[in-house]
């Protein structure tokens, strides 16, 4: 059975600290990793993964792949109170239309 | 770019009623659009796929009949909660993506409150 697990469940930091986010996944015919923040709402887009080894940057926040051992990180340097939030993987198989959600770790910067 | 608007963001009703939930892609067209159910602390569940012009297609476990998915257009895709209950509470996302090896961009979201 496909899935994604993420770790921690949570976790709480200090601002400055820096945080790294697992995602393992188990997902026939992988396509893409896909990592997002959801605060109060919705999710929105940090990162797509597809290729390994290939670090994607947004500011403070990072992300790299490694499919041959199936995971991922996300980074998130000098955290800021504004970084808390619950951070999703998700993974997207080739075939059918599926998006395999992990539970999420939920992060708490305190000042 | 790839903004999804989703309509209602908050819905209080009574039990019975029906609640019709819109979603659109504002700057694309989304062949394929996504519905979700969260529950508190919670990951989210896929409930169905809708794509345009053909019927969506449902997960398990999610009653057809009671989750009405039309696809009109390229960019609205609505569901509707038909005879709502209490345990219908929840919190509904869509989301939609530009089609290919594109991500899927969500909808703020629509917090459904049956009383």
């Known amino acids: 059975e496909d899935k994604v697990v993420q770790s921690p469940l949570s976790l709480v930091v200090h601002e400055g600290d820096t945080v790294t986010l697992n995602c393992s996944y188990e997902v026939t015919n992988f396509r893409s990793l896909l990592w997002y923040k959801q605060e109060k709402k919705a999710p929105t887009f940090l990162f797509m993964l597809?290729?390994?080894?290939i670090e994607k940057k947004s500011g403070r926040l990072s992300s790299i792949l490694d499919k041959k051992e199936l995971f991922s990180i996300l980074n998130i340097t000098a955290t800021q109170t504004g970084d808390s939030a619950v951070y999703l993987c998700a993974v997207e198989p080739y075939t059918g239309n599926q998006f395999y959600f992990g539970t999420g770790t939920s992060l708490t910067v305190i000042p | 770019g790839a903004v999804v608007s989703q309509h209602p963001s908050w819905v209080i009703c009574k039990s019975g009623t029906s609640v019709k939930i819109e979603c659109r892609s504002l700057?694309?067209?989304?062949?394929?659009m996504f519905w979700y159910r969260q529950f508190p602390k919670q990951s989210l569940m896929l409930m169905a796929t809708?794509?345009?012009?053909?019927?969506?297609?449902?997960e398990q476990g999610v009653e057809k009949d009671k989750f009405l998915i039309n696809h009109a257009s390229l960019t609205l895709s609505t569901l509707t909660v038909t005879s709502a209950h209490p345990e219908d509470s929840s919190f509904y996302i869509c989301?939609?993506?530009?089609?290919?090896?594109?991500?899927?961009?969500f909808g703020d979201g629509t917090r459904l409150s049956i009383l």
């Open positions: 597809t290729s390994s080894g």
């Open positions: 809708s794509n345009e012009g053909s019927k969506a297609t449902y």
């Open positions: 989301s939609a993506a530009r089609g290919g090896n594109q991500p899927q961009h």
């Open positions: 700057d694309f067209q989304a062949t394929t």
